[in-house]
């Protein structure tokens, strides 16, 4: 046939995959005669090439050629690696083609020159001759010649070799081009011992090149492997804990994973316990299918895949890729899902063989006590000082018995998946990376009868073989701590390596060796050598040998029987040799193995045993958590009792003394700080920066609390009847250990309560020796950032540190990047296994065991992938979890009442937390329903009903655990049916417990849907102990669960999510609301409140835009379009041009910012809270625009009128201006050649009589100007006051008379200061009737101070009006009738209101009169000089001011004989600087306004922040009891002098500094007018108006009406031919010194002078600012909302003061009240008919029959108010405590009450915590940012 039968016979026979080391071996048994012999050769050659796939006679071909090369090449290369250069290469290969761009950037990234120059060989070898040529000439042009000719030389022996092997022909030096060939994915194994024993008769320099060449194929290999998954850079960075629990439900939108995904797809899976995560097939959505080839004989020699890596290798790289603390991690969780764990591994790239022995720390076993005969006495050990007795297991060989296999069959007699082998998915593929490792894996005792071993036995599996895989560190390392090798061995290898098996046997204590193979009659060789074994073994007395066969003589025995014999051999002889058990830490200390522990390991436990030491000369463990945490055991304790009586006491005279208590507990004096809890601390701050450090102190202390805990417990001991039961003994074990000994969470609550003591007490650190709080915080902080979990309320004592947890979760905020978080809570009866499902459900370290593991309420953050998932974005960045201890825990089961209290307490912050709350029960017991549904009913109910208003948005998922039907949804049905009927029962039930009537059914609080919102999830372990494991099918229930519940959320557009800073409000809220005893009427939601003032801080800015644009846009257009009408007929027309175009405007703007607001309400970070005020915005908004087109009408008309004005004066200018100009040059004329040398003096009283005789002549006979006289304006005032009071005429008559019927000059500035003018005394005042029977008994004086604070009120008034007197003064307009009236309105209200509900006196008609009276006479001098005044300055007079410029500056020209171009331009800087004054303060108004909102508190909230601020400061009583009494007066006040501070103060000069602002901008578009304009009128021009007219037409501000220029026309018309460029010149010129002039205008105005154009911004801003007038009807405190709103939108304040700060006192004894509006909404208070100022009796204004009414029915007299209700002041009122502690002796004399009963410890409040209770509350309202 020809068939070359080298080439066949390296090809036939071997149907190895692509990946692996399988060999199918055919055995054909022929009888051929001789006459078939040759027919029978051929057809066996035939029929083995048929198999073998391969094509007759092919001859030697170019590709095995080729492949051989490439294998000579790969052997040559990898020498080359530390003698190459790479970088001029790479450029030369990439030059040549042979590498892309990607290739040789992604070669060049690679850290060092090592791996750099490996990955370029990896490339070249794979490419052929072509790329090795051009390596070869790229290395000789970059001067590398000896590696070169190195290369070359070598390349040429191997080639020989070779050639000389192969006796049919010549490896040939072809370059053709050939396919790609893939890396040999086959890797050689080391040897193990001596060479010798390998029977190579190569010579030493051909073994080591072989050597080299395969460990570097098996680098390459792993190279390959770790870029595939994307691990390279990992196994230098690692991957953290918080890297893997991130969620990541992207991947579950793709069709195909990526190799990079599977890593952590596995670790994620590992940690949620499921054992089958080593099938990363398993991981992929679609699965691949070939239906060509699938099922057809094709596919039983079909290849593998190429990409199929084996899970051996991916469990063993991602390992090593894994930092220590997640390595720690998985050990636990592999143990729970009993899967091996590596104990030895080859550390990559080194190839050290390292210890695991930092892992292996955590791991804490339950098995049965030694010496505990047959009770079963389970208890808990590290597994490291555990007795044990170890048992290795190795194969020597290739044997076909699975070592792996056997070993779990031996571990569990069901079988187990506990050691990887090859019957598992790809466990076939070829294996790079775990040749040399060992894995461990432990099995305990838990009964005397049901155990395979009768000790804990540790097994350790070696991977690989015996022969060549291990070291002689590792084998004797082996032989050290194992006390048994159980050795499977093949007939090969035992036949061929008899002299290394046995020194591999004598190593070791006592070998199993198990024969895999047969032994009949014709292997009596083998038997023989085994015989010989036997003995030379036994020469040995260190070695004990037992022989085990797979094989009766040639029958194989059934793998059962072979098992038992295996298992049977180890325990006898564990029990024969009494191989005594020794603890595998004891076994390490006797050998010299490399561990993982780093030198930083090693140092944090140096500081953990010290701080352990510490503690150890404080007292027994036991004793510890009392004595070294002696804050969180003790004072914590008191401090929960404490609160919650104050929080549930509504007696103020018990307050103070609680109140003294609490600041008992926390003063700094009294804290003992022990040393343990210092050294922990600084230990915590000295190493702030190092994470890993930190990681190793925490998992330290961990280890030996735990360590000292086990150690000094006594266990019970308990019969147990299986042992599958053992579980339940560690119920009173977990008991003890909870209550009685001391755990990291105990000195990191130590921290936080010590820290929260501070924080509240206002104290130092530096007081107590104690770390800074705030670096503390930025720890804890830090450490929650990276998964560790964080204590919110402690269990022990029912308290929650606030102070703490906000300066934590604060930070924690910035960390996260204050992004929004989902909340998952969970809520169950104690051991239902809830800490178990969220472990599971996200790869967590919950505390889990029987009993009360956890303790109060924790929380752990866990980030979201930032990739999108269905092209939408996620609306939150993590996921917070919420993990609580267990409700009806019997430890709390004092009274059922206590117990249930606890409950629902602790379930109402749990489901007020959750954004979902998955409700877990265990199994389908009903009782547990009924234990836990009436919990969750009542604490949904409560969250309801205090959130009456707004749609709570949380779901509530039921888990049933331990439900193992598969149909147990559907046989459930009719118990999910008794549990809805159950749920709605409770909420019966709770609603009745509220005194709620309305509510009868759970649908009513929460949506529930049976169908979605109920899962089963089977049990959680399956199997028996020991060898009981997590269940697969409960991982992946758990997992979905996650999927759903999490992707739930995502696709919620409509819900907002919380921040961290917004989720620490929430918990204050509530837990403020479980403090006190009513939730539901104490709970209020700060949530809303943060929402309502984004919403207001939107609105504002948003309104305020709206009125900025359409503002600016509508004056310019109705200045322009107004300045080119000519006559009345045209203006009317524009007018109403313009009020059309204007509404246009408006309405454009006005949908531009609803579309804003309600983008911003659907999208905002509080959306499902504001969407419940998008109508109020919208009204608020259609509001605005209305009052918006009201003021620009008013702006209109005005401007309208003044041009009107400006129409006439122009008209009439025109009529007599050639007369004037005639008389001028006449005058000129006159003079002749001495008119210029007149002085200036003179000039001026020639014009001047021109001038007058010109206006005497001629302009009083075309109009006639008036003003308003003194006389109407005084009539107006006396009318005004005749109707006001016409009930009192006589009286009021004779104080008119006293008054010169207003004509007596009062000789005063202001009002203020001038009580004394008013001729005021005791007579026109009267004490109220309660205060007169008061006075007898109490106050002999009190008449007296009557009068006195009615001056007091009075003077206040005083102020109010002549704010209000200012404010139309600076109106640049006259004073009309209507104004007066107006003004003496609101005289009249603040007189009458003089005296309010809480006043000790009335003013009598004849006070009332002489009050409006004295501020009528006052305000109308005022009113008349100032309308005087702007007929000077204003209306025709200054129009004709205006033209006498010009004319004088005509004047001054011809008498100067000037040149006409210089007189005209002189006239054009008339008029522009002119122009410029007027349009200027036009403006002013608007830019003044812009620029107060950013100088100004923009929010009502800030402002009223700021004045008590202020107020503070002043320190005046007076100041104070002004804005008690009138707050939005002094508001008005305030903010009046804080603008005029800001105008024109000589700090700020902001008023002088917008006018030159403006003022350059008119002036620089005049000047690029002018500059455009000559343009098109470049040449000399003929029409003088067209140039003006093209002039004005460029001007993009404010067109220049053209009359303005009419004697600059009429000048220039005397010249023929004007050259526009040389006169825009000399008026730019002229124009130079303007800007000058008219800023100087500006300058010289006041706060006294200013002069409004358009509007007063500062009234407008005060109005906008203070918004709803209302003021509380009990206390007076002003409404919170900054916009006037009608009664369907409540009014509410921040905080409401103590009655008494407004004079209110107990009629009984005359004690100053401190009672507040928020405290008495809470309990049974009553006030007197006159405090709800008769509003029970509105017509007759008298009490009413009742006299006194229920505070808390309130509603019925003030139905526009929300009272929040609160029972500690502190929380609501501390600054009114303040002010009340500190002012008492001001009020008692102010108001004339007893103040004896004010609290001692008010007097006490510092006004630091004054100032921080007002920023608690009013500082919601701050702006984060300027505008």
């Excluded at 073994?207 to 290999?221: G, I, L, P, R």
């Excluded at 894994?322 to 899902?337: A, E, G, I, S, V």
């Amino acid at each position: 046939m020809g068939v070359d039968i080298n080439t066949y016979r390296g090809r036939i026979g071997s149907f190895s995959y692509q990946l692996g080391l399988d060999v199918v071996t055919i055995t054909f048994v022929l009888n051929f005669s001789r006459v078939l012999k040759c027919i029978g050769s051929v057809v066996f050659i035939g029929l083995l090439l048929i198999i073998a796939g391969i094509e007759q006679n092919p001859g030697p071909n170019g590709k095995e050629e080729e492949t051989e090369y490439k294998r000579v090449l790969m052997n040559v290369l990898p020498k080359c690696v530390k003698k190459l250069h790479p970088d001029p290469v790479l450029d030369s290969l990439l030059a040549e083609g042979i590498l892309t761009d990607t290739q040789t950037r992604d070669i060049s990234d690679l850290s060092t020159t090592s791996d750099r120059n490996r990955s370029l060989i990896i490339e070249i070898s794979k490419r052929g001759v072509d790329a090795f040529n051009s390596f070869m000439t790229a290395l000789k042009d970059s001067n590398q010649f000896e590696l070169a000719e190195y290369i070359e030389q070598r390349l040429e022996e191997m080639m020989k070799k070779e050639i000389s092997a192969s006796p049919q022909g010549k490896l040939a030096s072809k370059t053709t081009e050939t396919p790609q060939v893939e890396m040999p994915r086959r890797v050689l194994a080391t040897k193990f011992d001596e060479r010798q024993d390998n029977n190579s008769d190569t010579d030493e320099d051909e073994y080591y090149d072989t050597h080299d060449s395969v460990a570097w194929k098996k680098v390459a290999e792993i190279e390959c492997i770790l870029n595939t998954l994307g691990l390279t850079a990992k196994i230098e960075t690692k991957i953290t804990i918080s890297d893997v629990i991130q969620l990541d439900y992207s991947v579950h939108e793709r069709k195909w994973l990526s190799p990079r995904d599977i890593p952590y797809i596995f670790i994620k899976r590992l940690l949620s316990g499921n054992s089958d995560a080593m099938d990363y097939r398993s991981y992929q959505m679609v699965k691949k299918a070939n239906a060509q080839v699938k099922g057809s004989a094709q596919a039983l020699y079909r290849p593998r895949e190429s990409d199929s890596i084996s899970p051996h290798d991916l469990f063993s790289l991602v390992y090593q890729c894994c930092d220590p603390f997640l390595k720690q991690l998985l050990f636990q969780k592999l143990y729970l899902c009993k899967i091996s764990f590596p104990f030895l591994h080859k550390e990559y790239p080194s190839s050290k063989s390292i210890l695991a022995l930092w892992p292996l720390r955590s791991l804490v076993i339950e098995t049965m006590e030694e010496n505990s005969s047959c009770v079963n006495k389970i208890g808990e050990s590290e597994l490291l000082k555990l007795p044990i007795n170890v048992v290795s297991f190795a194969r020597f060989g290739r044997p076909n018995l699975s070592k792996s296999k056997l070993l779990n069959s031996i571990l569990c007699e069901n079988g187990s998946n506990t050691f990887f082998h090859k019957d598992r998915p790809l466990g076939t593929s070829t294996r790079y990376s775990t040749a040399g490792n060992v894995e461990m894996f432990y099995l305990p005792v838990v009964s005397c009868n049901d155990n395979a071993f009768n000790q804990p036995i540790m097994v350790l599996n070696l991977r690989g073989d015996l022969r060549h895989d291990f070291n002689e560190s590792v084998s004797n390392f082996i032989s050290a701590v194992s006390d048994i090798m159980v050795i499977v061995i093949d007939s090969q290898s035992f036949h061929t390596n008899i002299s290394l098996l046995e020194k591999t046997i004598i190593q070791f204590k006592s070998v199993v060796l198990i024969f895999s193979g047969p032994l009949g009659p014709g292997d009596g060789k083998i038997f023989r050598t085994l015989r010989k074994l036997e003995d030379l073994v036994l020469a040995y007395d260190s070695t004990a040998l037992q022989i085990i066969s797979t094989h009766s003589e040639v029958d194989e025995k059934h793998y059962v029987d072979i098992i038992a014999e295996t298992r049977d051999t180890i325990s006898g002889s564990l029990s024969v040799h009494s191989i005594p058990t020794e603890s595998l830490e004891k076994r390490l200390m006797k050998t010299s193995i490399e561990t993982d522990e780093t030198d930083t390991c090693k140092d944090a436990f140096m500081s953990a045993f010290s701080i352990i030491e510490s503690m150890e000369q404080i007292a027994e463990p036991a004793m510890w958590t009392k004595l070294v945490t002696p804050i969180q055991s003790t004072n914590s304790i008191e401090l929960g009792i404490l609160l919650k009586k104050m929080y549930r006491n509504s007696d103020l005279t018990l307050h103070d003394g609680i109140r003294t208590k609490i600041s008992e507990e926390r003063d700094p004096k009294q804290i003992q700080i022990t040393y343990p809890v210092k050294l922990f601390s600084d230990s915590l701050i000295g190493h702030e920066n190092d994470h890993s450090f930190l990681q190793y102190f925490l998992s330290w202390m961990t280890l030996l609390l735990e360590r000292q805990r086990r150690t000094h417990i006594y266990m019970e001991n308990k019969p147990s009847k299986r042992s599958a039961e053992f579980r339940s003994d560690m119920a009173d074990y977990s008991k003890k250990a909870d209550n009685t000994y001391l755990e990291t969470g105990h000195l990191f609550r130590e921290i936080g309560h010590i820290c929260d003591s501070l924080i509240c007490s206002n104290s130092r650190n530096k007081d107590i020796d104690f770390p800074p709080i705030q670096n503390l915080a930025r720890v804890v902080a830090n450490l929650v950032s990276y998964g560790y979990a964080f204590e919110l309320l402690d269990g022990n004592s029912f308290y929650m540190p606030t102070g703490w947890i906000k300066m934590v979760l604060e930070l924690l905020h910035n960390l996260a990047g204050k992004e929004n978080v989902l909340t998952l809570s969970v809520l169950g009866v104690q051991s239902s296994g809830k800490s178990t499902l969220l472990n599971t459900m996200f790869g967590l370290q919950f505390p889990t065991s029987s009993g009360r593991c956890t303790r109060g309420i924790h929380m752990q953050l866990i980030p979201v992938s930032r990739q999108k998932c269905n092209d939408f974005k996620i609306p939150f960045k993590y996921v917070l979890i919420i993990d609580t201890e267990g409700v009806r825990a019997p430890e709390f089961i004092d009274t059922s009442e206590t117990c249930f209290k606890r409950d629902n307490e602790l379930s109402t912050i749990i489901t007020g937390l959750g954004d979902i709350t998955m409700l877990n029960v265990m199994g389908e017991s009903s009782s547990e329903m009924r234990d836990i549904l009436p919990i969750l009913a009542h604490a949904f109910l409560r969250l309801k009903l205090a959130n009456n208003r707004l749609d709570i948005r949380k779901s509530c998922f039921f888990i049933h655990q331990n439900v193992s039907d598969v149909r147990a949804s559907e046989k459930m049905e009719q118990g999910l049916l008794q549990s809805v009927k159950y749920l709605d029962k409770a909420t019966n039930e709770a609603a009745e417990f509220e005194g709620i009537s309305d509510i009868t059914t759970f649908s009513q609080i929460i949506e529930l849907d049976p169908e979605s919102h109920v899962w089963y999830l089977p049990n959680f372990w399956q199997g028996y102990p020991p060898m009981a494991s997590v269940n697969q099918k409960y991982c992946n229930k758990v997992v979905e669960l996650n999927s759903h519940l999490v992707r739930k959320s995502m696709n919620e557009r409509d819900k907002s999510f919380k921040t961290l800073a917004d989720t620490f409000i929430h918990i204050n809220d509530l837990w403020k609301g479980v403090l006190a005893e009513n939730f539901v009427f104490s709970f209020r939601n700060s949530i809303e409140k943060k929402a309502y003032i984004e919403l207001e801080i939107k609105m504002k800015d948003e309104l305020w835009t709206l009125e900025c644009s359409s503002c600016d846009t509508i004056f310019q257009m109705a200045h322009n379009r107004f300045s080119q009408c000519n006559d009345n007929a045209s203006l009317r027309s524009a007018k109403g041009e313009v009020i059309t175009e204007m509404k246009r405007i408006i309405a454009t703007e006005k949908s531009k910012t609803e579309e804003k607001v309600e983008k911003f309400l659907n999208e905002n970070n509080y959306k499902d809270i504001t969407i419940k005020w998008q109508e109020a915005s919208f009204n608020r908004i259609k509001v605005s625009c209305q009052e918006m087109i009201d003021n620009r009408k008013t702006e209109i008309d005005r401007l309208s009128n003044g041009r009107e004005v400006d129409i006439m004066i122009s008209i009439m200018c025109t009529k007599h201006d050639e007369e004037l100009r005639r008389k001028s040059l006449e005058l000129a004329k006159e003079v002749g050649p001495l008119g210029k040398s007149l002085n200036e003096e003179e000039a001026n009283k020639r014009f001047e009589k021109i001038w007058k005789k010109f206006v005497d002549e001629s302009i009083s006979t075309d109009t006639f100007i008036s003003s308003e006289s003194d006389n109407f304006m005084r009539k107006c005032f006396l009318d005004c006051l005749t109707d006001k009071y016409e009930t009192h005429a006589a009286l009021l008559n004779s104080i008119l008379s006293d008054f010169s019927y207003l004509d007596k000059r009062l000789e005063i500035k202001t009002l203020h200061g001038s009580f004394e003018k008013i001729e005021i005394n005791e007579n026109h005042i009267s004490l109220v009737s309660q205060l007169k029977k008061l006075a007898e008994k109490f106050r002999p004086k009190s008449k007296a101070s009557g009068l006195k604070a009615a001056r007091e009120d009075i003077e206040t008034i005083f102020l109010n009006i002549d704010l209000k007197v200012k404010h139309i003064c600076q109106k640049n307009r006259e004073i009309t009738s209507r104004d007066i009236k107006k003004f003496l309105n609101e005289v009249d209200y603040l007189i009458r209101n003089i005296q309010t509900k809480n006043a000790n006196f009335t003013l009598k008609i004849t006070c009332i009169l002489r009050i409006a009276v004295y501020v009528s006479c006052y305000s109308y001098h005022r009113f008349k000089n100032e309308n005087a005044a702007h007929q000077q300055s204003q209306g025709i007079s200054v129009r004709l001011q205006m033209y006498k410029k010009q004319v004088h500056e005509r004047f001054l020209s011809h008498l100067m004989q000037r040149k006409t171009e210089d007189i005209a331009a002189k006239m054009m800087r008339t008029a522009i600087e002119e122009y410029v004054r007027l349009s200027v303060k036009d403006v002013m108004s608007v830019k003044v306004k812009g620029e107060l909102k950013n100088h100004l508190p923009i929010l009502k909230y800030n402002l009223l922040l700021e004045m008590m601020t202020s107020l503070v400061q002043e320190k005046c009583f007076h100041s104070f009891m002004r804005y008690i009494l009138r707050p939005k007066e002094y508001a008005y006040l305030w903010v009046s002098k804080m603008a005029d501070h800001i105008l024109f103060s000589e700090t700020s000069k902001m008023y002088e500094t917008l006018a030159k602002l403006e003022i350059s901008k008119f002036l620089s578009d005049i000047n690029k007018s002018f500059l455009n304009s000559v343009k098109d009128f470049s040449e000399d021009t003929p029409s003088i108006e067209k140039w003006l007219q093209h002039f004005i037409s460029l001007l993009s501000r404010f067109k220049i009406p053209k009359e303005y220029f009419h004697n600059v026309v009429i000048e220039l018309g005397r010249i023929e031919r004007l050259n526009i460029s040389e006169f825009t010149d000399k008026i730019i010129e002229e124009l130079q010194d303007s800007e000058y002039t008219i800023v100087e205008t500006f300058t010289k105005i006041s706060e006294n002078t200013v002069k409004w154009g358009s509007f007063n911004p500062v009234e407008e801003i005060c109005t906008e600012i203070w918004g709803c007038p209302e003021q509380c009807l009990f206390c007076g405190e002003p409404c919170i909302k900054g916009y006037v709103h009608n009664i369907e939108s409540s009014h509410i304040c921040l905080q409401h003061r103590p009655w008494g700060c407004s004079g209110l006192y107990d009629r009984e004894n005359g004690r100053i009240l401190l009672e507040t509006c928020n405290l008495s909404a809470m309990g049974n208070a009553k006030v007197q008919c006159s405090i709800i100022d008769f509003k029970c009796n509105p017509q007759n204004r008298v009490p009413c029959s009742e006299e006194w009414h229920l505070f808390k029915e309130y509603k019925t007299f003030a139905p526009g108010w929300d009272i929040e209700p609160a029972n500690n002041m502190d929380d609501r009122s501390k600054f009114w405590m303040w002010f009340i502690g500190v002012y008492a002796e001001e009020l008692s004399e102010y108001h004339t009450v007893d103040v004896t009963n004010v609290p001692k410890s008010w007097e006490n409040i510092s006004e630091h915590d004054a100032l921080r209770s007002l920023r608690t509350f009013y500082g919601l309202g701050e702006r984060t940012e300027n505008k």
